[in-house]
């Protein structure tokens, strides 16, 4: 492993459980056995640091979820919708630290001002809500979802999702055990009447 992948490491663990300004750079210089001069050199600032990390997040999560989406079949669109779902909690335990940078404030704070990480964060969400929007236009041409705004509907579901991918990162509560009523929430917004 390069030295610039294994601040890229420590970093990411660092940011997401410490927090950006709770994370010294003398403290990556440590964990790493890399000077900080030789931090410096690769990335020039802390938020560059941070940047690149936000960078790697959102291709990993895009790729990871692009690719295990792609690679099924769905019966309807609404077994999509519930496959992102599912895939989308497993992605969030698996990628832990990634998810728990995303959910921490500073990346929302500093996309004020920095327009790379602004779409780094676009890029990320409109991979995740795009994913559930196709399902619901699946779901619309099948007749397995009714007819309903689909974006909007689209980032209603994100956000109940989402929100209990949160529960699980700050272990606040089982988010396995909210599944089922999850996945059945889910039904009842994307429910087509005219199939009853």
């Known amino acids: 492993m390069t030295k610039k992948e294994l601040i890229l490491q420590v970093a990411t663990v660092f940011f997401s459980k410490n927090g950006y300004f709770e994370t010294p750079m003398s403290d990556l210089s440590k964990k790493t056995g890399v000077a900080e001069s030789t931090i410096f050199y690769h990335f020039k600032s802390k938020e560059n640091l941070f940047i690149a990390i936000l960078e790697r997040v959102k291709d990993d999560i895009i790729k990871e979820f692009e690719g295990y989406m792609t690679e099924k079949e769905f019966d309807s669109g609404l077994d999509m919708v519930e496959v992102a779902v599912s895939f989308y909690l497993y992605l ?44 619901v236009l699946l779901g619309q041409k099948d007749g397995s979802i009714g007819n309903m705004p689909t974006r909007k509907v689209a980032l209603i579901i994100f956000s109940m999702v989402d929100g209990i991918s949160r529960f699980k990162t700050y272990n606040l509560y089982d988010a396995g055990a909210l599944y089922n009523q999850l996945i059945e929430s889910c039904r009842r917004i994307l429910k087509n009447d005219k199939s009853e």
Request: net charge negative; with cysteine; hydrophobic share 40%.
């Open 92 to 135: 969030a335990g698996k990628m832990e630290n990634q998810f728990l940078l995303l959910h921490r404030h500073y990346p929302y704070k500093l996309a004020e001002i920095n327009p790379v990480c602004r779409a780094h964060l676009e890029s990320i969400y409109d991979c995740l809500v795009d994913i559930f929007e196709r399902g």
